[in-house]
């Protein structure tokens, strides 16, 4: 398939992961104007470019920003998304771009956060079904290591699992509750909740009262996550990934509720602290928790047709300059040019290290 030239973008409001931006920070901070100690939150057009020719992943699909290369789809999108994503690209005979943003930053205990990027999207776009539930991996979430030996270890029994139909069914609801009610194993139940919050969350739509139950055995879940810490690092010597505090943070996320959402980003990475069997588990909640500071904070950022426009109605008359006023994403302050064609500017000319242009003719 050829390379195209032109680029479609398109939009939409469910976040599209993006993985391994540690090893792309100087482009990303290229990208936000240089170095600095702030929250930052940024406004960007990223290209998915598919990378068949990728030493690791046939199915890669990489995120390109300004020409440089800032991070992959995870493997899993990056398999549930490619075919669509082609697809895309011969019908537009184009590159397929989508808006999001480069968050992060920050004071942290161990210095200055690092830089992630989340991109906007419509997956049915891609065709995925924006309701398919986050299916339990198995290097993931620590459960086939634990079916494997679950002859073995006598300190949890994972046969339940034949109870349920493999659907995540409001029956598999029922039958899980009904399981919680008399199971005391730590493991067991960790596994069990875990499973009962995808089943919930996967019926959002079903009933009306699904999300607020599954905000329920969310706290439920992490009320009794000090025990169930324990039994995981002595089963696995670290903590696998709990697939609760990125899914509890997304729904928040959806709501516009950020404190919330920051909350759970926040308690997810105390429970991993410096014991996470993945580490992008940690990045993953790292990024969510600064674009929920950034939000908190109220940090400016210029939006499609947020741009004041001074002198508007002196468009085309001869002798009279039009003049835009941006927001710089950098300091915030508010800065003017000359209306022009083509890309806006994101950052005042201070930010950029360049000299003022002139506003009058």
Known sequence: MAAATAVHTLHGLETLEVVGESHYQDHLWHLVGGFTTEHVRAPILALLIPEPSNPHDANAIKVVIDGGTVGYLSRDDALAYRPGLLQLIDRWHASIALEGQIVGGGPRADGTGMLGVFLDHKPVDFGVHPQVATQIGELRTGLAQAAATDLEDDGYDLSWYDQLSGSRTPADIRTLRQLLETEEEPIDRHYMFAELAACLYKCRDVFMSALEEFD???????AEMATIRAALLDKFGC????????????????????????IWAQRGLAVYAAQAARPEAVADLDKRLAYATAKLAGSPV????????????ARNQPGVLEVETFICVSCGHSFERPRARGRKPHRCPSCRGVAEPATTP
């Open 302 to 313: 210029p939006t499609k047709g947020a741009t004041t426009r001074a002198n508007s109605g």
């Open 216 to 222: 329920a055995v969310c706290e439920q879940h992490h």
């Open 239 to 262: 903590i696998p990934v709990i697939e609760m505090y990125r899914q509890a943070a997304i729904r928040w996320q959806k709501a516009h509720d950020w404190s919330r959402m920051r």
